[in-house]
């Protein structure tokens, strides 16, 4: 079994950062050695939609177009954390933002992740 603790989130200024948090862990004895880790993230009234993901092994990165070149997955898998800086943000990026871990290559779609964050609270004012 896998848990995923977010943090970080929090009210930001249009066109301020912030950075967003996951931190992983297992059973006793197991080793966390997912395919890879996402970021979601889901505004109310709409369906959670895919942010950004990096596999755990190489990390190559994969981005949504509305946020490619503005936010920055990166992990650390030594101590099982995948972060999320985010830059330039825009009142479209409120939302509550999720990590996620996956044993599948299929980074966009949110039934490939078997685990999830709680979630954490982006708010940009304008």
């Known amino acids: 079994q896998v848990q995923l603790v977010e943090s970080g989130g929090g009210l930001v200024q249009a066109g301020g950062s912030l950075r967003v948090s996951c931190a992983a862990s297992v059973a006793s004895g197991r080793t966390f050695s997912p395919y890879g880790m996402g970021w979601f993230r889901q505004a109310p009234g709409k369906e959670r939609e895919f942010v950004a993901a990096i596999s755990w092994s190489a990390g190559s990165t994969y981005y949504a177009d509305s946020v490619k070149g503005r936010f920055t997955i990166s992990r650390d898998s030594a101590k099982n954390t995948v972060d999320l800086q985010m830059n330039s943000l825009n009142h479209e990026d409120t939302a509550v933002y999720y990590c996620?871990?996956?044993?599948?290559?299929?980074?966009?779609?949110?039934?490939?992740?078997?685990?999830w964050g709680q979630g954490t609270q982006v708010t940009v004012s304008s």
């Open positions: 996620a871990a996956t044993y599948d290559r299929m980074w966009y779609n949110t039934k490939a992740y078997p685990y």
